[in-house]
């Protein structure tokens, strides 16, 4: 299958040369100083300061919001597409089908050990540090939220038919309904048989895929000269919703998660050492204009193409390592996530004067887990993920209205880990993965 490398196509660098002229125009800087002036012009609308009626800074505030809905919306309209067509052509690059399945196993495993980490983490930091002692007074007052919280833990004799339901009956379904991981399994599905196939017969489905590829990247090409004002808006309406002084009063429980952040950092930086050899400095220059560009759009979804683009010219990781494990990363490896509600859980309980077991510590742990694979990529979702992870332990998911105002800043910090976790994955997988073929190009910055 070695003729199905030499197709693989170079496309995905040339589109990306807009996305890296934004970068190189500082869009990152421009992006921060949209957030720093929707703090401060939300703060004068908002009712910190009073300078108008709640009821006028609420309608003002929605509509400097509205380039950013819109950046969002566009966002999750191509989402989609694009993972199907960038895991199926990643997949279909691969060698063979046991470097393939090799390749699969150790990218899960890796991304469910490290989740699981990211959790006890977050417990543990949440312990530690005691955020909610602060706060007990107000869980009595916490109104109540109408936040999704989604479907229960299935049973044991569920279990085998929750599987089944993984492999997705008709397909459109789930795209149109948004089911991540089972679009992901589809689109593994089809890789797979394309692996299989001659080249003359796959070289035309590669082909549509390549143009659904390049679709995809031009939308994000679009969306992407929205983002400074987007993150301005965003940041306004938010401030002018709260209050800058209630956002003040949460330092203690987003210091926490940043801490958590912050670790879950500094032990991707020490693998990568240990196992790559890779000096963290040099990967954190590498990876600074994707990591920032996370952060300022709070979804691992928009940033995908340039995560792609970094893993392979700065990372020295070859395209069938890079676009099979950044989209399966963006749908299934949420460690960022997963300490975020880990410390969210431990704070409310605080609040609420709940003690947590070990046990349900470990359910906590083990939600995190299961939650976080198949949640969309998109901002916000880690909200609804919480809500069900603090019924299972016993926690009013009302709770979630205290963290609501800060939710969005925290959202912003845990996806720049997420990214920052599927980088140093593609850079791991290029290491244990074996030498590069012949027939495949040579990234720049290997």
Known sequence: MAENNSYYPSQLRHLNTYLSGLVKGRLWLKVLIGMFLGLVVGTLLGPSVGLV????????????????????????????????ASVVRGLAASENLEQLRKLGLRVTSFFVITTALAAAIGLW???????GSMMKGLATTVPATDVTTGAAMPSVTELPQTLIG??????????????????????????IALVTMEPKSSRPMLDLLDSL?????????????????????????????????????MASYVATVVVGLLIMLGVYLLILKLVAGQPPL????????????????????AVMPLSIKTAEDKLGVRPSVSQFVIPLGATINMNGTALYQAVATIFLAQVYGIDLSTGSMALVVAMAVGA???????PGVGIVILAMVLQTVGIPPSGIALIMGVDRILDMCRTAINVTGDLVTCRLMENWSGKRLDSEPVAQGA
């Not at 040099?282 to 691992?300: G, H, I, P, Q, Y």
């Open 53 to 84: 009626e709640p009821d006028t800074g609420t309608l003002i505030g929605n509509w400097l919001a509205f380039p950013g809905q819109l950046f969002l919306a566009t966002i999750q309209m191509i989402v989609i597409p694009l993972v199907i």
């Open 125 to 131: 930091i949440g312990g530690l540090m005691n955020p």
């Open 166 to 191: 993984l492999l997705p009956g008709n397909p459109l379904d789930a795209m149109v309904e948004g089911q991540m991981l089972q679009v992901v399994i589809f689109s593994v599905i089809v890789g």
């Open 213 to 249: 590829q390049q679709i995809c990247m031009t939308v994000v090409r679009w969306a992407m000269r929205l983002a400074p004002l987007a993150v301005f808006g965003l940041m306004a309406q938010l401030t002018a919703t709260i209050g800058f002084t209630a956002m003040l009063g």
């Open 282 to 301: 040099r990967f954190l220059k590498d990876s600074r204009d994707v990591l920032l560009l996370a952060f300022s759009t709070s979804s691992s979804a």
């Open 372 to 378: 976080s694979i198949g949640s969309p990529a998109t």
